[in-house]
């Protein structure tokens, strides 16, 4: 089964930059879409970046486009989000999950997260 394991969250003052990191393990990632999420408790949870299996494919939330990307490195099971200029209000815990080739398909599989806090 695909594992999903989030790293490099952590604190950042606003308008630093942090990278994450979506390690996968079991399977390979080359027939999966990506997506990164972020929650806040009592609010929903909202997708904030999608990468599709290919790679040809990448969609952004209205409220981070221009400042996170996405990418991945196959060969390294590895999918990335560099955040740049980050604002307080960017504060989550931030879940890698997959879906099979495309960004509109069910997100079968999670990963536990990691934490992102942006403050001064």
């Known amino acids: 089964q695909l594992q999903l394991v989030e790293s490099g969250g952590g604190l950042v003052q606003p308008g630093g930059s942090l990278r994450l990191s979506c390690a996968a393990s079991?399977?390979?990632?080359?027939?999966?879409?990506i997506g990164w999420f972020r929650q806040v408790p009592g609010k929903e949870r909202e997708r904030v970046a999608c990468?599709?299996?290919?790679?040809?494919?990448?969609n952004y939330a209205d409220s981070v486009k221009g400042r996170f990307t996405i990418s991945r490195d196959n060969a390294k099971r590895s999918v990335y989000l560099k955040m740049n200029s980050l604002k307080p209000d960017d504060t989550a815990v931030y879940y890698c999950?997959?879906?099979?080739?495309?960004?509109?398909?069910?997100?079968?599989?999670w990963g536990k997260g990691t934490l992102v806090t942006v403050s001064s």
């Open positions: 999950a997959a879906a099979f080739y495309y960004c509109t398909g069910t997100m079968n599989y």
């Open positions: 079991g399977f390979t990632l080359d027939p999966y879409a």
């Open positions: 990468i599709s299996s290919s790679g040809g494919s990448t």
